[in-house]
């Protein structure tokens, strides 16, 4: 269980982006957002087309709802649905995470935690041989 950042902190960003990766080794962008007083977990991409809501300035928001930056869907903070433009009736991946004392925990059996900003933020070793996958 990898602590990640503080349930404050990502409330006074708005949003914070973290690279995971999966149980076949490939990386995965994740955000957490405000949801009430607490905090979901959400794939870093839309489920229309392959496009980041964080790209790397924070997810943009709009009244408790992630902003797709291609064609402008909403999607809910809180359960991940989508009800409106081209990703109608989808939902986002969720990622399991929990809160311990107003810190979020990462706590999903199929994510390992790997370092806080996005995949080309990665300054290992082998970064580039997982941004071509
Ligand atoms: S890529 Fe997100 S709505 Fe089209």
Same mark, same amino acid.
């Given at each position: ?15 914070? =982006? ?12 994740? %955000? =957490? ?25 924070? %997810? ?31 939902? =986002? ?10 810190? %979020? ?25 997982? =941004?071509?996958?």
């Amino acid at each position: 269980m990898d602590e990640l950042v503080s349930v404050e902190t990502v409330h006074e960003r708005g949003s914070w =982006l973290f690279t995971a990766e999966d149980a076949y080794g490939a990386l995965e962008e994740v %955000v =957490l957002v405000p949801c009430g007083d607490g905090v979901e977990a959400w794939v870093n991409r839309c489920t229309h087309e392959a496009q980041r809501f964080d790209t790397g300035r924070g %997810v943009p928001m709009r009244n408790g709802q992630l902003v797709c930056p291609k064609h402008g869907s909403l999607f809910d903070a809180c359960d991940g649905h989508c009800d409106n433009g081209e990703a109608a009736g989808t939902t =986002l991946p969720a990622v399991d995470i929990s809160t311990n004392r107003g810190t %979020v925990v990462l706590t999903d059996d199929d994510y390992a935690f790997r370092h806080a900003g996005g995949i080309d933020d990665d300054e290992g070793p082998d970064s580039t041989s997982h =941004l071509s996958l």
